[in-house]
């Protein structure tokens, strides 16, 4: 009897449906766009843990079903030490606080309050919370974290990007 080695994702004999056609290379066509969206990511990232970043791109893109996203920051999440375990619980992280601290919580809470504006606006208690957690300084970053993640997923979900053939550049 052969035994086989379990088939992953990155397996080239994996038999997956055929990836779907990107409507626009957006950054081809407007590359002055796309490199403010750097600049501006990496600024908004400024003295913030990367690990937190992470969860909090995973979350927002999780909420505006941005694949790429996803798929890209779980990815960077893993290369800066981030577990399997706390990447997979995002999605009910509400039901899984024990996996995250009081302050990632608050970041979470306001990730998500940020990225859905149902009631228009992002609820007082919300706020407070993470600014319970956050010097202003910081709490300015976060919401500058969030808010770019969000327009990020924008082009992503709008041009239909195609995720899983992003590879994480190792950390130092």
């Known amino acids: 009897m052969t035994t086989h080695a379990p ?36 600024a908004a990232r400024r003295g913030l843990d990367p690990k937190l970043v992470e969860l909090v791109r995973i979350r927002a893109s999780q909420l505006n079903r941005c694949a790429l996203c996803v798929d890209l920051h779980s990815k960077d999440a893993l290369a800066a030490g981030e577990s399997v375990e706390r990447i997979v619980q995002l999605s009910a992280w509400e039901e ?3 996996f995250y601290t009081g302050r990632e919580l608050a970041a979470l809470a306001l990730t998500e309050a940020v990225t859905v504006l149902t009631e ?22 976060l919401i500058a974290a969030i808010t770019v993640i969000n327009a990020w997923n924008r082009f992503g979900v709008t041009c239909r990007l195609v995720p899983g053939h992003y590879r994480a550049k190792a950390r130092a």
């Open 7 to 42: 088939l992953t994702a990155t397996d080239e004999q994996v038999p997956y449906a055929p990836a779907h056609t990107p409507r626009l290379n957006w950054s081809e066509h407007a590359p002055e766009v796309f490199q403010a969206m750097l600049r501006l990511d990496a």
């Open 96 to 98: 899984s606080e024990h």
């Open 120 to 141: 228009g606006f992002v609820p007082d208690e919300v706020y407070e919370r993470a600014a319970g957690h956050f010097e202003e300084a910081e709490l300015a970053q």
